[in-house]
């Protein structure tokens, strides 16, 4: 086994999955995160379709390496019925996705063929 340093990692990216079901939830809960980080992480466009490599609808969150303790940590005490994928930037997406991701609740497949 090959062993990595960490500091190729340059940012994170958290994506909270939801449905149409789900979706008043969703936004409700990215206000939430809006007001407790109050711009100090990137919040990118909720995706009402299926987007990338994501199964579902989306939206994401990059943030920096300093921050992963306490956004990951409020993430996984606060989710609810929400799903979370996250995933280190290292430079290689693929392997990013599939072989270094981490799921908040339940996983879904997603769709690596759009990485390739």
Do not use: C
């Not at 987007?51 to 300093?66: D, I, K, N, R």
């Not at 990013?96 to 759009?114: F, N, Q, T």
Request: proline share 4%.
């Amino acid at each position: 086994m090959t062993f990595r340093d960490p500091s190729v990692i340059a940012n994170w990216h958290a994506h909270v999955y939801f449905d149409s079901s789900s979706r008043d939830a969703a936004w409700a809960f990215r206000e939430q995160i809006e007001a407790r980080w109050n711009g100090k992480l990137q919040m990118g466009r909720f995706h009402e379709r299926p987007v990338g490599p994501h199964p579902m609808w989306s939206y994401q969150l990059a943030f920096a390496h300093e921050q992963f303790a306490e956004l990951v940590g409020w993430l996984t005490l606060n989710h609810g019925a929400l799903d979370v994928f996250l995933h280190p930037n290292t430079g290689d997406a693929l392997r990013d996705h599939r072989d270094a991701a981490v799921w908040i609740g339940h996983s879904h497949e997603l769709a690596l063929g759009a990485l390739r």
